[in-house]
Nanobody
Framework: QVLLLESGGGSVQAGGSLRLSCAGSGFTFNTYSMAWFRQAPGKEREGVAA??????TYADSVKGRFTISKDSAKDTLYLQVNSLKPEDTGMYYCAAYPGVVFTPLADWEYNYWGQGTQVTVSS
């Protein structure tokens, strides 16, 4: 059974940083496409960052501020979020797919999802 468990969210002031983690279990971590998504209240879920076979992709809104990485030895996906803005507020989810996806930031590409971790940025 594939399980994804996010942690590391919190409430920070604008300009602050957080490190989100996604611990995976029940699958061979380094053979999966992995990504981070977020959803703000009243808005659609959007792709933030993805790592597919070692290649990273970022949404334009987070380039230069967010960094995705993974540690296959620990079966953990990370998202370092810096220079946070109030518009970064939302529930952050990690997602996985057993293979290579071709549209890294499209949520329909992924079939496993965690429960999410909340990030709240105040101005």
């Amino acid at each position: 059974q594939v399980l994804l468990l996010e942690s590391g969210g919190g409430s920070v002031q604008a300009g602050g940083s957080l490190r989100l983690s996604c611990a995976g279990s029940g699958f061979t971590f380094n053979t999966y496409s992995m990504a981070w998504f977020r959803q703000a209240p009243g808005k659609e879920r959007e792709g933030v960052a993805a790592i597919i076979d070692g290649v990273v992709t970022y949404a334009d809104s987070v380039k230069g501020r967010f960094t995705i990485s993974k540690d296959s030895a620990k079966d953990t996906l990370y998202l370092q979020v810096n220079s946070l803005k109030p518009e970064d507020t939302g529930m952050y989810y990690c997602a996985a797919y057993p293979g290579v996806v071709f549209t890294p930031l499209a949520d329909w590409e992924y079939n496993y999802w965690g429960q999410g971790t909340q990030v709240t940025v105040s101005s």
